[in-house]
């Protein structure tokens, strides 16, 4: 029998949409885990191995609660507070998990929970755990998503305001039913057809939080942990074209009033790159390009992350805009 998740009109009121930072770090470090199915995400897998590589974070706390398939630990996507939490907001959620539910999670990781030292700690103290937990996990973010998230969240945003019109326009079921192959509604039921889970109201709470990811695909996933309201995340609509290279349609009318190099860099930077990078690719000095993106941070066109020794520039949602009007 198909799991099945009964709908009142109460629930139906309660369904909402939900961008999460926390799917996008369990979803994409699980693409990371199995290379067949991480080639939608190729050119970015390629840039983020080396880097997670070098932090050791392939066989950290991630690597024990995210594994290539099967269940991963509940509480590593707690509820999110409202449509668009930052990451920080997510991990003080997961800070605050009760003790008992993550000894049933751990719990439910199977057989490695006993042999494996971290799962271990976790059971046996796990609010110190959960303070390294979070910890990797910021690592984690800085390594593989910060400098992607502006062209990530673009994404998601655009996914959950296309579905919420559609609400508007031909109601809930409707949506529903067009969210992947595998659910399905049907008299006032959400079923999910050959999913691994056990997406039913006597797990979960009241309503259903629906969460568009950019690496769930090829599947949808499920949290369900009562009495919080039950999650599905789907794959994005969109993300076939996520990482496809953004024409700079404007360069030359950004270069009249940015001048030409930085209009320059900031087309370069359609890849985060390190200011020795955009040297090298760009012709120019090492210190004017450093100066450049600082005027650039300034303007809140670039942002800057950390990786290593190393920084890593990337473009805005803003610069993205006027680059590509």
Known sequence: MEPGLSFS??????????????????????????????????DWAAQVRPRLARAGLGRG????????????????????????????AELRAIRATPPGQVRTDVAALGPRAASSPRLRHLGEEPEAALEKVAAEIEVYWELALAPYWA??????????????RQVAEHGSASVLNELHESVRWDADTLSLVKAQCGLTRERAGAGLLLVPSAFAWPRVLTRAVAPDPPQLAYPARGIGTLWEPRTASSAEAVAAVLGRSRALLLAELDTPASTTQLARHCGLSAAGVSQHLTALRNAGLVTAHRVGRSVLYARTAIADALLTA
């Open 61 to 88: 706390w991630l690597a024990e609660l995210v594994p290539a398939r099967g269940y991963l630990a509940d509480f590593l996507n707690p509820t999110p507070p409202g449509p668009f939490p930052e990451l920080p």
């Open 151 to 164: 062209r990530i969240r673009q994404v998601l945003e655009a996914d959950v305001f296309h579905r919420a």
């Open 9 to 42: 009109a109460g629930d139906l009121a309660q369904t909402r949409f939900a961008v999460s930072p926390m799917w996008e770090v369990v979803t994409s470090f699980r693409r990371l885990l199995d290379p067949a199915a991480a080639h939608l995400h190729r």
